[in-house]
């Protein structure tokens, strides 16, 4: 069983930053198979961030490339999202998963709300 728990979202001004984080519990989990996902009210839920399978790469949705960065911390069993020059469309829940060795994301946190305004 695998447990992931989202924080650090809020609100925050238009060009403000935020950084998630994402702390992974249970079954032994490799961070680089978490990966950020976000969803706004009556829309689908979107990629954001991932690491490749060897975790030494990153991949970003082309909406947020050069303003999000993904990173993790082994030792913490964390994942983070940093998100800078954040602007009103980045407004959503954001939600942290973990990819299984299918490719497919099994397991999701509960998500965090990030709120940006004008």
């Known amino acids: 069983q695998v447990q992931l728990v989202e924080s650090g979202g809020g609100l925050v001004q238009a060009g403000g930053s935020l950084r998630l984080s994402c702390v992974a519990s249970?079954?032994?989990?490799?961070?680089?198979?978490v990966g950020w996902f976000r969803q706004a009210p009556g829309q689908e839920r979107e990629f954001v961030a991932r690491?490749?399978?060897?975790?030494?790469?990153?991949y970003y949705a082309v909406s947020v490339k050069g303003r999000f960065t993904i990173s993790r911390d082994n030792a913490k069993n964390t994942v983070y999202l940093q998100m800078n020059s954040l602007k009103p469309e980045d407004t959503a829940i954001y939600l942290c998963?973990?990819?299984?060795?299918?490719?497919?994301?099994?397991?999701w946190g509960q998500g965090t709300q990030v709120t940006v305004s004008s």
């Open positions: 998963g973990r990819r299984n060795v299918m490719g497919l994301y099994d397991s």
């Open positions: 249970g079954r032994t989990i490799s961070t680089s198979a």
């Open positions: 690491f490749s399978e060897s975790g030494l790469s990153t």
